[in-house]
């Protein structure tokens, strides 16, 4: 085994030389090289290398890995050559624009499209939830008559639930900005442009506007999208011209500045009166169609509603409806009834099938009640169905169904209102109505429930209602499995290796990371964790642990070093959502806690928590059997090493 110098100037050597790396980091196990040219890159010599484990190009980075004595070759590199260490702020910048770059290469259009609105919605999730039942309380407050519309109460918690909807251009910009990489408050401050009131107010100007020569369009952006979320990605790659571009000296307000200068105009000159544009055209369209058939028009026009309301664009339907109301009746908002009440039979559907899976039946549970009483929907629009796509299918056929029934009823809305249970009898005729939207939710619960969400929501379902069954029955299920399916181990000294962590054990093998994967770091397992506590799994000494506290090396009397990493490239969290008390060196009880994380948090990071646990010296023993795959808590033998 060569030592850790030679190993570095090897390394550096066959990477293409000092003058081929821009930036180098290190993380529990690996070397990250942010290189100018991978071609430079002699990736079977250092394969081959006694002091290298594997290498791989993966997410804008060349990674070679070491193992447990990553540090000293890093610091090794560091010592011999004029590399710069790579800081935390930049290189995560220009790793994460790369990891853009490749992921719109790798995918079509209509899937980057939904990952960007999710992406961006996924944060706000809990603040729409949080907003659509405070809507629904003052619905059920008002109609039994314990407060006033009037009184300054009903005034202070109304703003409490439409703050989030009116500033919904400066939360989008925020969020849309922190997915894309990129200064979250500059797009917060280019969402809050739009809604300056000085701006605002010219949209009562009666003479023509323009700005700098070119005819200006006002729109009202307040609980828009659909701009914002076409400003902010444009808004990306301008910001990152600017400071590859720019001198470090002014980047500090220049960036932000040219940021905002180009897009409050660009926004209100382009991407606002375009929305008016495809609002006015629907709405002709919607006006011949309904002349043509009313069943038809209900098909069509509850199947596109949410989409327009993504859009932005839903409002430009609310003169034609307020037309309508003005000669008796409008059938429209009769019909986007089918869709609305759509949604909430989606999210109950997602409550039923996923009652066992906590975040899953709560967030659904809040959506169908503020949908039901107050019409709101956004959290499952928004949290449901642009995340998990099989439910668009589901939506446009459920809501088809309603919305053709109101068709062919001739429902009308005679006084204006939102889709609610409690707005019922704003409509008319209100039992056909009422069946109208019935079958919409009826529908879109049972068609939920049969197709549910996926995969990945399966599992952790799956994972939580194995933690609901009693722990007499879980032992006597974990016997049977284990006698049926253990690995058959050779003679030898035996020794159990406890799970650290509460989660789904997955073969090695599963593991999206090939250094894991292929076998190169050692033997061992994988877990999918349920929950954010990491434990010791047996007596041992803490050997290494890495400051952004997503690994930890254990060695036991044993000789057993055992290595486990927390998610996948969480180095980049660079301790984020990670806490922990103990320290390299510290002297660890198993169950003792090692490492606390936040696993919905790293997730919403765009992280996988999937966790190797591996026995780095694997060579150092007869055998490495891994348990099969099952739910594990701690004190459940994943691993067993044989001496």
Same mark, same amino acid.
């Given at each position: 085994?060569?030592?850790? /110098?030679?190993?570095?100037?090897?390394?550096?050597?066959?990477?293409?030389?000092?003058?081929?790396?821009?930036?180098?980091? !290190?993380?529990?196990?690996?070397?990250?090289? /942010?290189?100018?040219?991978?071609?430079?890159?002699?990736?079977?010599?250092?394969?081959?290398?006694?002091?290298?484990? @594997?290498?791989?190009?993966?997410?804008?980075?060349? +990674?070679?890995?070491?193992?447990? !004595?990553?540090?000293?070759?890093?610091?090794?590199?560091?010592?011999?050559?004029?590399?710069?260490?790579?800081?935390?702020?930049?290189?995560?910048?220009?790793?994460?624009?790369?990891?853009?770059?490749?992921?719109?290469?790798?995918?079509?259009?209509?899937?980057?499209?939904?990952?960007?609105?999710?992406?961006?919605?996924?944060?706000?999730?809990?603040?729409?939830?949080?907003?659509?039942?405070?809507?629904?309380?003052?619905?059920?407050?008002?109609?039994?008559?314990?407060?006033?519309?009037?009184?300054?109460?009903?005034?202070?918690?109304?703003?409490?639930? #439409?703050?989030?909807?009116?500033?919904?251009?400066?939360?989008?910009?925020?969020?849309?900005? /922190?997915?894309?990489?990129?200064?979250?408050?500059?797009?917060?401050?280019?969402?809050?442009?739009?809604?300056?009131?000085?701006?605002?107010?010219?949209?009562?100007?009666?003479?023509?506007?323009?700005?700098?020569?070119?005819?200006?369009?006002?729109?009202?952006?307040?609980?828009?999208?659909?701009?914002?979320?076409?400003?902010?990605?444009?808004?990306?790659?301008?910001?990152?011209?600017?400071?590859?571009?720019?001198?470090?000296?002014?980047?500090?307000?220049?960036?932000?500045?040219?940021?905002?200068?180009?897009?409050?105009?660009?926004?209100?000159?382009?991407?606002?009166?375009?929305?008016?544009?495809?609002?006015?055209?629907?709405?002709?369209?919607?006006?011949?169609?309904?002349?043509?058939?009313?069943?038809?028009?209900?098909?069509?026009?509850?199947?596109?509603?949410?989409?327009?309301?993504?859009?932005?664009? !839903?409002?430009?339907?609310?003169?034609?409806?307020?037309?309508?109301?003005?000669?008796?009746?409008?059938?429209? #908002?009769?019909?986007?009834?089918?869709?609305?009440?759509?949604?909430?039979?989606?999210?109950?559907?997602?409550?039923?099938?996923?009652?066992?899976?906590?975040?899953?039946?709560?967030?659904?549970?809040?959506?169908?009640?503020?949908?039901?009483?107050?019409?709101? @929907?956004?959290?499952?629009?928004?949290?449901?169905?642009?995340?998990?796509?099989?439910?668009?299918?589901?939506?446009?056929?459920?809501?088809?169904?309603?919305?053709?029934?109101?068709?062919?009823?001739?429902?009308?809305?005679?006084?204006?209102?939102?889709?609610?249970?409690?707005?019922?009898?704003?409509?008319?005729?209100?039992?056909?109505?009422?069946?109208?939207?019935?079958?919409?939710?009826?529908?879109?619960?049972?068609?939920?429930?049969?197709?549910?969400?996926?995969?990945?929501?399966?599992?952790?379902?799956?994972?939580?209602?194995?933690?609901?069954?009693?722990?007499?029955?879980?032992?006597?299920?974990?016997?049977?499995?284990?006698?049926?399916?253990?690995?058959?181990?050779?003679?030898?000294?035996?020794?159990?290796?406890?799970?650290?962590?509460?989660?789904?054990?997955?073969?090695?093998?599963?593991?999206?990371?090939?250094?894991?994967?292929?076998?190169?770091?050692?033997?061992?397992?994988?877990?999918?964790?349920?929950?954010?506590?990491?434990?010791?799994?047996?007596?041992?000494?803490?050997?290494?642990?890495?400051?952004?506290? !997503?690994?930890?090396?254990?060695?036991?009397?044993?000789?057993?070093?055992?290595?486990?990493?927390?998610?996948?490239?969480?180095?980049?969290?660079?301790?984020?959502?990670?806490?922990?008390?103990?320290?390299?060196?510290?002297?660890?009880?198993?169950?003792?806690?090692?490492?606390?994380?936040?696993?919905?948090?790293? +997730? +919403?990071?765009?992280?996988?928590?999937?966790?190797?646990?591996?026995?780095?010296? @694997?060579?150092?023993? /007869?055998?490495?059997?891994?348990?099969?795959?099952?739910?594990?808590?701690? #004190?459940? @033998?994943?691993?067993?090493?044989?001496?």
């Amino acid at each position: 085994m060569a030592n850790n /110098k030679e190993t570095a100037t090897f390394i550096v050597e066959h990477i293409g030389g000092q003058e081929n790396v821009d930036s180098l980091v !290190h993380c529990a196990t690996r070397l990250r090289f /942010k290189l100018r040219d991978t071609s430079k890159v002699d990736e079977k010599a250092l394969k081959d290398h006694p002091g290298v484990l @594997t290498a791989v190009e993966s997410g804008g980075q060349y +990674q070679v890995v070491i193992g447990n !004595h990553v540090a000293k070759v890093y610091q090794e590199i560091m010592d011999q050559y004029n590399i710069q260490a790579g800081e935390s702020s930049d290189a995560d910048e220009e790793k994460s624009a790369e990891e853009i770059k490749q992921s719109v290469r790798s995918k079509n259009p209509i899937a980057i499209v939904f990952e960007y609105i999710s992406g961006t919605f996924s944060p706000l999730i809990p603040a729409l939830a949080g907003s659509g039942m405070i809507k629904a309380l003052l619905a059920v407050l008002t109609m039994a008559g314990w407060l006033s519309e009037e009184s300054s109460t009903y005034a202070v918690l109304d703003a409490a639930s #439409n703050g989030l909807f009116y500033f919904f251009p400066v939360f989008i910009g925020i969020s849309a900005a /922190k997915f894309l990489k990129v200064n979250p408050y500059v797009g917060g401050v280019i969402g809050a442009g739009l809604l300056e009131p000085t701006f605002a107010s010219l949209m009562d100007a009666s003479q023509s506007l323009d700005f700098m020569g070119i005819p200006l369009i006002i729109s009202d952006y307040t609980q828009t999208v659909f701009p914002m979320l076409v400003a902010m990605a444009f808004y990306a790659p301008i910001e990152r011209f600017f400071k590859k571009y720019s001198p470090d000296t002014i980047q500090l307000f220049f960036v932000p500045m040219m940021g905002i200068l180009i897009m409050v105009p660009l926004t209100a000159l382009i991407f606002g009166p375009f929305s008016q544009y495809l609002s006015q055209a629907i709405a002709n369209g919607l006006v011949a169609l309904l002349d043509l058939s009313s069943i038809l028009t209900g098909i069509v026009f509850a199947s596109v509603w949410p989409f327009l309301v993504v859009l932005g664009v !839903h409002w430009g339907i609310t003169p034609i409806q307020l037309d309508n109301l003005a000669r008796g009746g409008d059938p429209l #908002n009769a019909m986007a009834a089918g869709a609305t009440f759509a949604q909430m039979g989606i999210a109950f559907g997602i409550f039923l099938r996923y009652r066992k899976n906590k975040d899953l039946s709560s967030l659904s549970l809040a959506g169908t009640v503020s949908g039901i009483v107050a019409g709101v @929907t956004e959290p499952i629009l928004y949290g449901f169905i642009l995340r998990y796509r099989r439910l668009i299918p589901i939506l446009i056929v459920s809501g088809a169904a309603g919305g053709g029934l109101m068709g062919l009823f001739g429902a009308e809305m005679y006084s204006y209102a939102f889709n609610s249970v409690l707005t019922i009898p704003a409509y008319g005729p209100i039992p056909q109505y009422v069946f109208s939207i019935a079958v919409s939710f009826v529908v879109g619960t049972i068609l939920t429930f049969i197709f549910g969400l996926g995969k990945e929501a399966d599992a952790s379902t799956t994972t939580e209602a194995t933690n609901a069954t009693t722990s007499e029955s879980k032992e006597e299920a974990e016997a049977e499995q284990e006698a049926s399916d253990k690995e058959e181990l050779v003679e030898g000294t035996q020794i159990k290796i406890q799970s650290p962590l509460s989660g789904e054990l997955v073969p090695l093998t599963e593991v999206e990371d090939e250094v894991f994967s292929s076998g190169a770091m050692g033997k061992g397992a994988a877990i999918l964790p349920t929950d954010g506590k990491l434990v010791a799994p047996f007596d041992s000494k803490i050997t290494s642990f890495f400051p952004s506290k !997503h690994a930890i090396g254990l060695t036991d009397e044993n000789g057993i070093e055992l290595l486990i990493h927390i998610g996948m490239d969480t180095v980049q969290l660079n301790g984020e959502h990670f806490s922990s008390s103990v320290a390299e060196g510290q002297e660890v009880k198993q169950g003792d806690t090692l490492v606390n994380f936040d696993v919905e948090a790293i +997730q +919403q990071a765009g992280y996988s928590v999937v966790s190797p646990i591996i026995v780095t010296n @694997t060579d150092s023993f /007869k055998q490495v059997a891994s348990e099969k795959s099952r739910h594990v808590e701690p #004190n459940d @033998t994943i691993i067993t090493v044989v001496k």
